[in-house]
């Protein structure tokens, strides 16, 4: 995050509020970061506001020239790409499978003010001031689950009949929950989010009228030099009413033979998707299954590092890697192929991922989870949750997983 000479003052929360609806009234495209700091190894997404009016052509995405950072999204479906894949089911909505904007407004807020790529005279700061901050927003949407407990459980023991087979050793099932709406505040609904679940990927994009409003726990990769590091999720428990419960929650998730299972399966192929474009010898693993605590659930996340080739571009660096191992499951490529003929949605941006590429070549992506993906023109959003699924997974408790974490985006939907 470079070249940002012009330093002011910390505004007020009200104020962030207020810079975010401005942006969003003089850019077509923005993204708002702000990632909670819960010892995530390797830092969360920084607090930054980032706008810009041009969409960048696929060539201008992977190419290395721009003149500011590049913000957008991967879609999961961008896997047909790389791989000799077909996403057949049916979309929620409307999705491109690259979407990326060049940021032209570019803000950075720490503890001693904000530091911005362009001057803000006087005269912007009054126009900020005037922003109507009276938000109005469709409270009790009608969530419609695309998929019954019944069609969950069917195709669970589809999924153990394909391990058995040895066609998949571990498989991310998802489902898919949708809603529709007349008047739907996306900025308000981060903000709410954001109260009830603050993450470490914590952030909002709009794109035109397309729009996510994510609280995801789960990076994909960074890129810092020639350092990569992935970071899979696997393993989550939920958080314990009392502080001897939560001990003893946290305890059980680290022990748990079956969530250890799981999440070093995963570690392994990001392992190796790693090896596809690291030095020789150099991918390691800096942590495997480290519990961390967050604001609902404990996770289990592994740190997986290596350093890349000199010859190792970014598009090289996405398509060695992607989709993140944690939304697949192993061995990879079979796995995928079972997930779209089993799950009845096309996970568009979900289960993609969403970042920003600096000018200099680094960047940093989430995992598009714990999201709500809208567009405002056809009036209808979606999200996705999921949970691996192997040979002696329970269905039930995988179900009320899949229930926890969709919990705080029906909150938020809800207004319960």
Known sequence: MKNRNFKYPLPSNQWIKKLIYWTDQNYANFAYLHGKDYGYPAGNFPHRLLGGNNLLEEEQVWSGNSAGAKVGVISYD?????????????????????????????????????????????????????????????????????????????????????????????????????????????????????KISPMSFSYLFKSGKKWIVSASPERYIKKVGARLIAQPIKGTVQRGESKQNDLQN?????????????????????????????????????????????????????????????????????????????????????????????????????????????????????VIIRSIIADLEVKKLYFGVGSAVTIDANPDQEYQECLLKAGAIIEVLCGK
Not at 136 to 156: C, D, G, R
Not at 251 to 266: C, G, P, T, W
């Open 78 to 194: 961008f896997k047909n790409r790389i791989e000799e894949l077909n996403s057949t089911n049916s979309p929620v909505l409307a999705l491109p499978d690259l979407c990326f904007f060049e940021a032209e407004f570019d803000l950075v807020f720490d503890t001693n003010g904000i530091s911005s790529n362009i001057p803000l005279e006087s005269e912007f700061w009054q126009k900020i001031d005037q922003i109507d901050l009276n938000e109005k927003s469709q409270k009790s949407l009608q969530i419609k689950n695309q998929l019954s407990q019944y069609e969950y459980f069917t195709a669970f023991e589809e999924i153990k009949n394909q391990i058995r087979k040895g066609n998949t050793y571990e498989l991310n099932f998802c489902q898919s929950f949708s809603a529709e709406f007349e008047h739907w505040n996306p900025i308000l609904a981060y903000f709410e989010l954001e």
């Open 250 to 366: 946290k305890k059980k998730l680290f022990e748990s033979e079956k969530e250890q299972a799981e999440n070093l399966m995963i570690t392994d192929l990001m392992r190796n998707d790693l090896a596809k474009i690291a030095e020789t010898g150099s991918v390691k693993v800096d942590e495997l299954f480290g519990v961390y605590a967050l604001p609902k659930v404990f996770q289990m996340i592994s740190t997986v590092s290596a350093q890349s080739t000199d010859k190792a571009s970014f598009k090289n660096i996405i398509e060695a890697t992607f989709p993140m191992g944690s939304m697949t499951g192993a061995p990879k490529i079979r796995t995928m192929e079972i997930i779209d003929s089993l799950e009845n949605f096309k996970r568009g941006w979900f289960a993609g991922a969403f970042g920003v590429v600096e000018t200099d070549g680094d960047f940093d992506f989430s």
